[in-house]
């Protein structure tokens, strides 16, 4: 078992920047690629961000590169989601997930998941 927890979201403007952190604990770290994805209210739960387990590859949502950075500290046991430029429809409850095999896009294919945190981005 994988437990995750995140934090760092909040209210920001437009335009502005939140990091999200994500914490894991129970299992070796560097076993699991790691994802971030989110889910506005009404919709489905969409695939943000995945690294690697090494960190050494990274995958993004068209909607959010060259605005959001994926980033691990295997040595910290925690995976980090910079977010640069924020958009109202970054509305959302970010989720932070572990998968015990290599990256993936898929939302389906990921194993663990942490419960949660709230990023609002007021216009």
């Known amino acids: 078992q994988v437990q995750l927890v995140e934090s760092g979201g909040g209210l920001v403007q437009a335009g502005g920047s939140l990091r999200l952190s994500c914490a894991a604990s129970g299992r070796t770290f560097s076993n699991y690629a790691m994802g971030w994805l989110r889910q506005a209210p009404g919709k489905e739960r969409e695939f943000v961000a995945a690294i690697s387990r090494s960190g050494s590859s990274t995958r993004y949502a068209d909607s959010v590169k060259s605005r959001f950075t994926i980033s691990r500290d295997n040595a910290k046991n925690t995976v980090y989601l910079q977010m640069d430029a924020l958009k109202p429809e970054d509305t959302a409850v970010y989720y932070c997930?572990?998968?015990?095999?290599?990256?993936?896009?898929?939302?389906?294919?990921?194993?663990?998941w942490g419960q949660g945190t709230q990023v609002t981005v007021s216009s």
């Open positions: 997930a572990a998968r015990d095999s290599v990256l993936s896009l898929h939302k389906y294919e990921y194993d663990y």
